[in-house]
């Protein structure tokens, strides 16, 4: 089977995960993860890191970190994973959604100010399969409404905007490293940020609530949301193959454009200030069927393949409470979008293989 994502593990990880065992370094609170965490700062170009457990924690506690409480609302693209809604929810707080555009799959700026109430508290810029949302735009909303705004960047680590990466605007971000993204920890999380009060805040709230040096002294409550040690000793040396992995996947992807576009398949557009990091490439088919059948087809070609995600409204947690709200753009990307193969070390031989079995389905 050609999987959809397949990390790549050699062996300086597996050796950096054993000297991590050896010096028995395995709590969250080890050196490694502090190592770790400076790393990724520098490469996200951010003043403060925080390793977390996984991504979907790391956004609890940045939603939390910025201050958010019980009833505040959070402008979410309605076209993103479900654990973006579900962060909210953790704090009691509730996702509003607005549609993304058709070109970039990202989240509509257009339409976020008709979303906005009184108890609108943050917008959360999803920079969905790699792409990066207005930001410029979003930051201007955010300054004329007083909201704060918390970067869900957990699929696109490498992405940049204006030549930043597009975790390092305000107020605060965050990564994931489950084995599907562009590097691994195993699951694992990092919140970015260059504010020193959100950074403060998130790092007691994710160790207890601690309130300084003294033992077993806590004045709120917090969590444990810290990274093992042996997860972090994997992502020191994972971190060395951003770059190469950025480089492999931009090739991918231009590779399946070559080898598509002639055929009338779409894929997600980038504007021009923004680099993608291609965390997934995505095909657009003409209709929902042909998407299901390719999908089977290629599946009997041992080809994996993934749908693009279900809207965040259609899901059963969310679909009472937006009953009378349509998002036809994020529906029609769900219905008419697939996931292709987008392993860093997938071969032009194995891109060519695929696209071929795609080719010969449309053709058929
Ligand atoms: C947009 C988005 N947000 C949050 C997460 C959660 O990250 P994790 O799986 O590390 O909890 C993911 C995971 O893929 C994601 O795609």
Redesign the pocket.
């Known amino acids: 089977m050609i999987n959809l994502y397949q990390p790549t593990i050699t062996k300086k990880d597996i050796k950096s995960v054993t000297d991590s065992l050896e010096k028995t370094y395995l709590s969250g609170n080890s050196p490694i993860v502090e190592d770790f965490e400076k790393k990724l700062a520098q490469i996200c170009g951010t003043k403060y890191a925080l390793a977390c ?7 609890h506690l940045a939603l939390i970190s910025v201050g958010l409480n019980e009833g505040d609302e959070v402008i979410v693209p309605s076209l ?5 809604a579900n ?1 909210v929810k953790y704090f009691g707080g509730k996702p509003v959604f607005v549609d993304v555009n058709e070109d970039d799959w990202q989240i509509n700026t257009d339409l976020i100010e008709s979303k906005i109430s009184k108890k609108t508290k943050a917008i959360m810029p ?3 399969y790699g792409g990066v949302p207005k930001l410029n735009k979003i930051s201007e909303i955010a300054k004329k409404y007083k909201l704060k705004i918390i970067h ?4 696109s680590l490498g992405s940049l905007y204006k030549g930043k990466h597009s975790s390092s605007f305000k107020d605060v971000a ?5 084995p ?2 562009l590097i691994t920890t195993g ?3 990092l919140l970015v940020t260059n504010n020193l009060n959100i950074y403060k805040k998130a790092k007691k709230i994710r160790s207890q609530g601690l309130r300084g040096s003294e033992e077993y002294d806590h004045d709120i409550i917090g969590y444990n949301y810290r990274m093992p040690a042996i997860c972090a000793a994997l992502g020191i040396s994972q971190a060395d193959k951003i770059e190469s992995n950025l480089d492999k996947k931009k090739l991918i992807f231009e590779r399946y454009i070559q080898n598509l576009e002639k055929e009338g398949i779409k894929f997600q557009k980038s504007d021009f200030i923004v680099s993608s990091s291609h ?1 997934l490439t995505v095909i657009i088919l003409p209709t929902r069927l042909i998407r299901n059948r390719l999908q089977e087809h290629l599946y009997a070609n041992n080809i994996e393949t993934r749908k693009v ?1 279900k809207p965040l409204n259609l899901q059963k947690p969310y679909k009472n409470l937006e009953s009378k709200n349509y998002y036809p753009i994020s529906e029609k990307i769900s219905n008419l979008g697939l996931c292709i193969p987008s392993s860093p070390n997938l071969s032009i031989d194995y891109i060519d293989y695929i696209s071929n079995k795609i080719i010969e389905f449309i053709d058929s």
């Open positions: 457990s996984n991504g979907t924690l790391a956004l993103s994973y479900i654990a973006s962060a999803v920079h969905l869900d960047c957990a699929e965050i990564h994931s490293f489950f599907n993204k699951e694992g999380g965390w995600f």
